[in-house]
């Protein structure tokens, strides 16, 4: 596995530029960057979403005489990287990410060190690529972090060939209710109106993403809606166990010091109180499988 350069032939400068990075690209870069050393050992609920995304997309095959092309966007540390490697036999494969410590951390990976695989630091909403470039794009718990979601999926149409297929999972507006309900709750409690960069960036529901697809030019459109759950000793784990793999929210503005304090003191001790089953404290998150096609 190598670095791609600029002079190959896919390439015609970003695309997709009228999008306003509504999420602070730099921070996430950062975080993820960071994260990288522990993403492996923490974040297996991540890579459990890409093992069930492989086994459950009708992945497209190649034929003899044109071996398909595939771009991954948010390949992160190579998890999706090995599994799809591993059900497809691709000619190229091009993983993209944002964070360039996520794509050092996946070239010394051993499940997908492949001539065929070239990595590339980009913005998955600002796609570098001519259109029609690709057969097959994938992704696992990347769209999450996109500023605008239909812009995106546009661009992705863009770059793929008539014919062309998406297969991807992200996080629906579900995931992690419990730490939205806590914070709502201890919100009440104090009479703060809480901005929403408290929440972390905004997660589609199952319609507005098939809406979405739809507008974006995507066709034979398949939904499939899962919910997971990690558990910790407690909810001080769960949220240094999110920073430490990267996933911290990058818009996030805290309030005074000492609103601040009491506030994540009774925000931790709500949840401990509320959402722990068999002496663990549990996280949920709402899954969305999807795969559809460029006519």
């Known amino acids: ?39 492996q050992a923490l974040g297996g609920i991540q890579r459990e979403i890409a093992f069930q ?3 459950w997309a009708d992945l497209p095959q190649p034929a003899s005489e044109a071996p398909l092309s595939v771009l991954e966007i948010g390949c992160g540390t190579g998890n999706l990287t090995g599994f799809l490697l591993d059900k497809i036999r691709p000619g190229f494969y091009l993983g993209l990410d944002l964070a360039r410590g996520m794509l050092e951390t ?13 990595l590339i630091q980009a913005d998955g909403e600002k796609l570098p690529f001519r259109a029609e470039s690709f057969d097959l ?3 696992s718990t990347t769209f999450q972090w996109f500023g605008s979601l239909e812009d995106s999926l546009a661009g992705i149409n ?29 919100a009440g409690r104090m009479g703060i109106t809480l901005t929403t960069s408290r929440y972390g960036p905004p997660l589609p529901e199952a319609q507005e993403l098939k809406d979405s697809l739809n507008r974006a030019g995507f066709r034979r459109i398949s939904l499939q809606r899962s919910t997971k759950y990690e558990y910790f000793p407690g909810v001080a784990q769960f949220m240094r166990s999110i920073k430490k793999r990267g996933a ?7 309030m005074s010091l000492a609103v601040e304090r ?21 996280a949920g998150y709402e899954v969305l499988f999807l795969q559809c096609r460029k006519e």
């Open 1 to 39: 596995m190598s670095y791609i350069t600029r002079d190959n032939p896919i390439f015609e400068g970003p695309k997709n530029r009228k999008i306003l990075d509504k999420i602070n690209k730099k921070i996430v870069a950062l975080h993820f960057s960071a994260g990288a050393k522990n993403y």
């Open 262 to 282: 009491r506030f994540m003191k009774e925000v931790l001790e709500l949840y401990e109180q509320r959402f722990r089953s068999d002496g663990q404290v549990y």
């Open 53 to 55: 995304l492989a086994e």
């Open 137 to 139: 794009v994938a992704s």
């Open 158 to 186: 863009r770059v793929l060939r008539p014919g062309g297929s998406l297969r991807a999972a992200t996080l629906g507006g579900e995931t992690f209710r419990e730490l939205r309900e806590a914070y709502r709750t201890i």
């Open 106 to 118: 996946a070239a010394g990976n051993p499940d997908s060190r492949e001539d065929r695989v070239r």
């Open 248 to 254: 911290n929210n990058p818009n996030y503005r805290p």
